[in-house]
């Protein structure tokens, strides 16, 4: 972690602040913000769905069928789901709009990724061997990880991964090294047993690839090909949007990571020092901050992830200055410059450095 000089205490006091003067401005806004979004969101997935099936009368019909189901998914994966399953609407004690109980239109079985996500990354943001989006995966992302020769192929590996994104999600979050290949961290334990684990990720599996390429498909009759087709360009654009933004707000070059033993003991200072150090902003209208799910606000997310996210774009203000009064670097960007920051980063770690040492080898 940076070394500079910061009143720890301070930036906390400043950071709870903020966060408490937002929670008092939580209430019914937000709450019709949501349900009017899950409306909207249900509208377009049928809507989309019964364009589709205009493709009896032309062809061309499934293209805004394809579009409308594409963006369907997106709000609901990102702005929706994400969301609610951090929790950022328990307090409306509704039980459709509810971390415990929300699940989502996506591979990954909501479960799972409330458990790994939420605890593991966010509790252990950018740390070697203890957040696996720094680990001996797919990518490597970080000179903390020595060169292998795989990684010399890793931009096609990123291409890939961004196709297949939901299922790379899924994988990951059920940690799924641990569960398929018996690769365990150290004193980890977990309330349910592998096996367990195993069967919500095949039946989570199953029901997206029934729901998508046999039940719609099937209701189209001679239409079954195209449609299934459409569904299918629908899932790869929600995956290329959804992993393009969130490799934004994790892996731009001047994200930073963070050594276990740096943040042994951390306070509550140090730990929103190193959140805002782990990530990076995407700059944008509010229809692109609705399409991100907030998530183009990752600084705010790290630091306040239980806060509706529609409120980080005003408070992404206030942090900023903040950060700026403690002499904390606010990594911040247009799509673009962020963009081309991941594929920098991709690059650069594509090949090996001869001044990286093999760190001690992190559980996967």
Known sequence: MSQQTINYQQLAADLNAIKAATWQQVGTADAQYIRRLIRWQRGAEILGRI??????????WLLPGMLLLAWAKIV????IGHNVLHGQYDWMNDPLINSQTYEWDIAADAGSWRRIHNHEHHTYTNIIGKDRDFGYGLL???????????NRWQF??????????EWGVAYHELAAERVFKGRKKANRTSALSDDALKRMFFSKAARQLFKDYVFFPLLAGPLFVPVLLANLGANLIRNLWTSTIIFCGHFTEDVQ??????????????WYHRQMLGSSNLTGSRWFHLMTGHLSCQIEHHLFPDIPARRYPAMAAQVEAVA????????????WTQYRAVLQRLWRYSWPDKAVKEPSQPSA
């Open 76 to 79: 609901d994966n990102m702005e």
């Open 324 to 335: 700026n009064k403690h002499g904390i670097p606010y990594n911040s960007g247009s799509f």
């Open 156 to 165: 096609i590996t990123y291409l890939n991964l961004s196709l297949l994104f």
């Open 51 to 60: 364009t589709l099936m205009l493709g009896f009368f032309s062809l061309w």
């Open 257 to 270: 990571t963070f050594h276990a033993d740096d943040c042994a003991n951390e306070s509550q200072g140090q």
């Open 140 to 150: 490597r992302m970080s000179d903390d990880l020595a060169w292998r020769p795989k």
